[in-house]
């Protein structure tokens, strides 16, 4: 089957919360039925995680050959039918003065901070972003569940994106809560909307977002609100199956 000509729609997916529950694996069923999907539509992944992380998360087999785009870190890593076609770094766009002033910055902050745990991993860089996480990133799946309930009560996150905008206003970077445990640094413009321009939107007749961060804040928000696409908000794995059963008119299995 000629899938490229073939196929008019284009289905462009976050990870975490939309194919897999939160930093866990993609069940097979899962996989197998977006196999399904990609009979009749060109599949994309949009993640914020670097493309080692995205592999864990999206099972064995090589994702980057398994679907027809992959966008790691909001598209700032590209590839296409498994071969890498555009890259962006965030240490040419920032220079390393300002890079030294926002993680100086970070780490201070993060160690003023009163949480019930820290563990480790405040910072990752990425090549198209920077991570900020006040737990750690090295937590437990269940460490993470319980800071995710707290930011919720005591907006831990939230507090420190808005130190973030009052202290660097001039570096023209934007603050994206995403996940359960992270704020994700990047420059404006930078976000998952990034990807649209990677891609001859002219191609399809429907350009559709599936994610579960959609609110303002979330990392998900900019590309769901974008008028190029057409946005569907999940709760789970399970709701973005049942979308798109109901998109495509396929049974429920």
């Not at 529950?21 to 992944?45: H, N, T, Y």
């Not at 002219?202 to 994610?211: A, L």
Request: with cysteine.
């Amino acid at each position: 089957m000629a899938e490229t000509e073939t196929r008019d729609i284009l289905l462009l997916f976050d990870v975490d919360g939309t194919l897999t529950p939160s930093r866990l694996v993609i069940s097979q069923s899962m996989k197998d039925f977006l196999l399904e999907v990609k009979k009749r539509a060109v599949i994309g992944i949009v993640g914020g995680s670097d493309l080692v992380k995205m592999q864990e998360q999206m099972g064995a087999g090589d994702v980057t050959k398994m679907y027809d785009y992959v966008f790691s870190e909001n598209g700032l890593v590209a590839f296409r039918y498994g071969k890498e076609f555009s890259r962006k770094s965030i240490k040419q766009y920032l220079g390393e003065e300002n890079i030294k002033k926002l993680v100086n910055f970070c780490l201070h902050y993060i160690a003023d901070i009163d949480i019930p745990k820290k563990r480790g991993t405040f910072i990752e860089f990425r090549d198209g972003l920077i991570n900020l996480c006040p737990i750690g990133r090295n937590c437990t799946h269940e460490e993470r569940l319980e800071f995710f309930e707290y930011d919720k009560k005591h907006n831990i996150r939230e507090k420190m994106v808005e130190a973030l905008e009052k202290q660097f206003p001039e570096m023209g970077l934007k603050y994206s809560i995403g996940g359960q445990i992270s704020i994700d640094v990047f420059p404006k413009g930078w976000d998952k909307t990034f990807c649209l321009s990677l891609i001859d939107l002219s191609k399809f007749k429907e350009v559709h977002f599936f994610g579960d961060k959609t609110m303002p804040g979330g990392n998900d928000y900019e590309i769901y609100e974008d008028p190029r696409t057409i946005g569907h908000r999940v709760t789970s794995p399970d709701d973005t199956r049942r979308q798109l059963e109901e998109l495509f008119n396929m049974p429920h299995v």
